[in-house]
């Protein structure tokens, strides 16, 4: 059992880098809070537009990411509260 906690560690690690660099990549959508209430952007509505092509793809990976690195902390979290490792 202490090589899937090895395993696991390690995973989450990736995980967490892979996911800090899913999340820098995607472009912003607007300049902070001031584009989302009603400034900047293209002047049809604030900063609102949609996601195609490879920012698509960056979105949608960046959030199976996050899903992929919850369920490794919860286990890991398990394990440790089990003590199993």
């Given amino acids: 059992m202490k090589q899937v906690n090895n395993i696991l560690v390690l995973t989450?690690?990736?995980?967490?880098?892979?996911?800090?660099?899913?999340?820098?990549?995607?472009?912003?959508?607007?300049?902070?809070?001031?584009?989302?209430?009603?400034g900047g952007g293209d002047g049809l509505g604030g900063g609102y537009r949609t996601r195609r092509g490879l920012e698509r793809q960056v979105y949608w990976?960046?959030?199976?990411?996050?899903?992929?690195?919850l369920i490794c902390s919860v286990v890991l979290t398990w394990?440790?509260?089990?003590n199993l490792a």
Avoid: D, R
């Fill in 12 to 38: 989450e690690a990736v995980l967490a880098v892979l996911l800090m660099a899913g999340v820098l990549i995607q472009t912003p959508k607007a300049s902070g809070l001031g584009g989302t209430i009603g």
């Fill in 61 to 69: 990976t960046t959030w199976v990411l996050a899903g992929a690195f």
């Fill in 79 to 82: 394990i440790k509260a089990h």
